[in-house]
C-alpha cells in the first residue's frame, strides 16, 4: 500500500526544522484539503501525511509554512520574508509506492526531490 510522507530540513543551521506546519491538497481543479500537521523534533511528522484508501493517483499540493519556524528562529529578519510559504505541487501515479517528499529550507533558498 503506498503512502506520502515528507521531512525538513533547515539548510542554513544544518538540523531538523521543528514545527513546521505542513498542509496536504488534491487538485482537481480545486485546491481540496486533505491533511494538516506539524514537524517533530526531527523535522518529520509522526505519521504519513496520506496513506490507505485516500492515497489515490492524482495531483497534490504541500504547503509547508517556514516562515513561521523562521521568524521563531531568527526574529532580526527582515520582512517580508524572501521564503515564507513554500508550495510544492507534484503528480502522483503509482499509488501502490511510497511517494517521499522532503523539503530543503534556508531563509533565502529551497529545494525538494522524490526520496524513497
Known sequence: MGRLTTHVLDTALGQPATAVEVVLYRVNPELQ????ARTNQDGRLDHPILEGDDF?????QLVFRAGSYFRNQSPDL???????EVVLRFGINRPD??????????????????GS
Open 56 to 60: 489515490v493517483a492524482g495531483v497534490y
Open 33 to 36: 484539503e486533505l491533511a494538516r
Open 97 to 114: 509506492q511510497h511517494y517521499h517528499v522532503p523539503l530543503l529550507v534556508s531563509p533565502f533558498s529551497y529545494s525538494t526531490y522524490r
Open 78 to 84: 527582515a520582512e517580508p520574508l524572501f521564503v515564507d
